[in-house]
């Protein structure tokens, strides 16, 4: 009886929290879709399964049936009559299934949309309602709270991570020949604070060496924070924006206490967009220093000539996968591009590419959700076969969350491929 009460109240909960953000701009996607089934084609789940219920314009309706049920007259006295539904345990356990299980939020369906209908916008605010519920996938939900409660989303300890980056530190020194090379950590008054993905000290380190590397070349003054440095925000895919909030605080306290002039963000999709774009709303102000991807810091020293790079010490055929939430959602699109075209020799497109590229499955807090491992991994059968037609033997993107998913996908489809961060390949093409 006890539950039964605990779950009624934690479902009026979240219909309250539905209820509050119901503003002009929810209620005009949630009523604006006309059903014509164009975002159908543009989803890896869909055209991989073939099953209705992965359809943008379906995942739409899972919210838009329970606003109708209790937000509209006729849905309150006829609910059946215009496709309301009740939030109740069947519909719930679609929304968990669904929304968190086969979709990414990539929003490639919204860029397709014949109206404009912003389905990752909805799709987060249904997963906040499930949030409420405690319905967050344990494997997501474990990583956020790792992240709250260690500080990163692996739980690395401090000293650890300074253990790392000592000898990642002493591997530079040898290989630019000069015992001044560093990889400095908490120093105060820099002109940049960069930031971690969790996973390259936990397991790509060479990543971390590529870009002291580069920041060696370019004689910056920057440094990393050993005590808040995750570029990542798993709150975001979760739909938890109270602990978005906190983790985005963290970071802006971080750079205000270290009196950095810009933060710097590493290549991570999800992360740029968390920490760049939906950070000042969460906190309700503006970011006082200018926040940026690596990826256009990194052409902006190319651009300058503040590094040199040679094409030909890259001459292995690359093609570029690009980060959802860096390019549809964050604009950064052509930087990558002139990049890579200045470190390599033989740069080739993925079709379609830019901001019609199809996602590669990694992103939507997927990889944190073993449930769906599956799943996710069938539906990156597109993603393989647009590497496949491009004949490149490398793989670049500035995303570790699509580094993961698509070292799966070089291993389940035999892609036989290299995967690599932009970074890395401009390290190996550096002048000295």
């Known amino acids: 009886m006890e539950k039964k009460q605990s779950l009624t109240r934690d479902r009026e909960k979240a219909l309250k929290g539905f209820a509050m953000s119901m503003d002009g701009r929810l209620l005009a996607h949630l009523n604006s879709c006309v059903h014509c089934g164009l975002c159908a084609e543009s989803c890896h789940y869909y055209l991989s399964t073939g099953e209705e219920k992965y359809m943008p314009a379906r995942k739409v309706d899972q919210l838009a049936r329970i606003y109708r049920r209790y937000h509209t007259v006729a849905g309150k006295i006829f609910p059946r009559w215009i496709g309301a539904s009740d939030f109740n345990d069947q519909s719930i356990q679609e929304m968990v299934d669904v929304l968190f299980g086969g979709c990414t939020m990539c929003g490639r369906c919204s860029l397709h949309c014949s109206i404009g209908v912003d389905i990752p916008f909805l799709v987060r605010t249904a997963r906040s309602m499930l949030v409420e519920l405690g319905r967050v996938s344990p494997g997501l939900q474990s990583t956020v709270d790792a992240a709250v409660q260690t500080g990163n989303n692996m739980a690395i300890p401090r000293e650890e991570l300074v253990d790392t980056l000592q000898w990642l530190e002493e591997d530079l020194r040898m290989e630019v020949n000069d015992e001044k090379a560093s990889i400095p950590m908490d120093v105060p008054h820099c002109r940049l604070l960069y930031t971690l993905n969790p996973r390259e000290p936990k397991f790509f380190p060479l990543s971390i060496s590529a870009m002291a590397k580069i920041f060696y070349a370019a004689d910056e003054s920057w440094t990393l924070s050993t005590h808040c440095y995750d570029v990542t925000n798993y709150a975001y895919y979760s739909g938890d924006d109270h602990t978005a909030e906190e ?99 033989d740069f080739r497109e993925m079709t379609p590419n830019r901001e019609n590229n199809y996602c590669c499955g990694g992103g939507g807090g997927q990889l944190s959700m073993g449930e769906y491992r599956e799943r996710r991994v069938a539906a990156g059968k597109i993603k393989a076969d647009q590497i496949k037609k491009t004949g490149a033997a490398i793989v670049a993107t500035p995303c570790h969350n699509c580094i993961d998913q698509l070292m799966e996908l070089n291993k389940e489809y035999s892609l036989g491929v290299e995967i690599k961060t932009v970074g890395e390949l401009v390290a190996d093409a550096l002048i000295l």
Not at 257 to 276: D, F, M, P, T
Not at 326 to 331: E, K
Not at 336 to 342: I, S, T
């Open 247 to 345: 983790l985005t605080q963290r970071l802006f306290d971080e750079m205000i206490k270290l009196n950095a002039q810009e933060l710097v963000l590493a290549e991570c999709g999800h992360g740029s967009r968390a920490i760049r774009w939906e950070g000042p709303r969460w906190l309700k102000k503006k970011f006082p220093f200018p926040v940026i991807s690596v990826i256009e810091l990194i052409a902006g020293y190319i651009h300058s000539g503040r590094i040199a790079v040679d094409p030909s010490k890259n001459t292995t055929p690359v093609t570029l996968h690009d980060p959802c939430n860096l390019v549809r959602a964050g604009g950064v699109i052509e930087e990558q591009r002139y990049v890579l075209k200045k470190v390599v020799s």
